[in-house]
């Protein structure tokens, strides 16, 4: 298996571009989600997907799109980046998505990540 | 809303002991324990349970104190390999919410 997988590793970007960032998992997992990473700030949750066809917010979502129509891709869409948007961004699958308590969740296997940069 | 991670960092030596705390202004159910080496990806370490016991992994351990809203996660016996960011992560809904991270520094 090749576990999550993201591309690009690298990307730069001018203001007002627009690009996707591809993830893909190759174990069945139901739950996907993306997170971005800022120094000093953890992982903040973007957007995450129960199962394909289902998707919702996190904390940050503010121009990103997603969507899921495979249980494999989970793509995330920057509509008009802007220079607060650079950062490392990770995305990460589990065998299930988070219960609230009642399963206590499942590991979440995080992709290499990509370094974006907005100019 | 984040939970609280303390301290922000610490440097050890090997063989020295840490400790870990996170906390939360809410009702937890369960805490995630993860690891990041510099430039790599974050990598699973434990999940606590709401009602569940103390797990391990290796030489590190966690507690869960649902009634504080606390986790603590203990190294022991540190290696140059603990070296790293840890974080903790709360469930809230569907989403998993991870605090900002201690850096664990650990030197020869």
């Known amino acids: 298996n090749a576990g999550v997988t993201q591309t690009p590793k690298f990307q730069v970007l001018k203001t007002g571009q627009s690009m996707t960032l591809q993830c893909a998992q190759d174990?069945?997992?139901?739950?996907m989600s993306w997170y971005r990473q800022d120094p000093g700030m953890g992982l903040r949750l973007i957007h995450y997907?129960?199962?394909?066809?289902?998707?919702d917010q996190g904390e940050v979502p503010n121009g990103y799109n997603v969507s899921r129509s495979t249980t494999e891709d989970f793509p995330l869409r920057l509509l008009s980046a802007a220079p607060s948007q650079t950062s490392v961004y990770f995305c990460?699958?589990?065998?299930?998505?988070?219960?609230?308590?009642?399963?206590?969740?499942?590991?979440?296997?995080f992709g290499p990540g990509t370094r974006l940069t907005v100019l | 809303q984040q939970p609280v991670q303390s301290p922000q960092a610490v440097i050890l030596r090997e063989g020295e002991d840490a400790v870990i705390n996170c906390s939360s202004s809410?009702?937890?159910?369960?805490v995630h324990w993860y690891r990041q080496k510099h430039g790599e990806a974050p990598v699973f370490l434990m999940i606590?349970?709401?009602?569940?016991e103390q797990k391990g992994h290796d030489k590190i351990s966690a507690s869960f104190n649902e009634k504080k809203q606390q986790s603590s996660l203990y190294l022991t016996a540190s290696q140059l390999s603990y070296s790293g960011t840890y974080f903790c992560?709360?469930?809230?809904?569907?989403?998993?919410?991870f605090g900002a991270g201690t850096i664990l520094r650990v030197k020869s």
């Open positions: 997907s129960v199962g394909a066809g289902i998707t």
């Open positions: 992560g709360t469930e809230k809904g569907n989403k998993l919410v």
């Open positions: 809410k009702a937890l159910y369960s």
């Open positions: 174990m069945n997992h139901e739950y």
């Open positions: 990460a699958s589990s065998r299930t998505g988070l219960a609230g308590g009642t399963s206590g969740g499942d590991t979440q296997y």
């Open positions: 606590l349970l709401k009602g569940g």
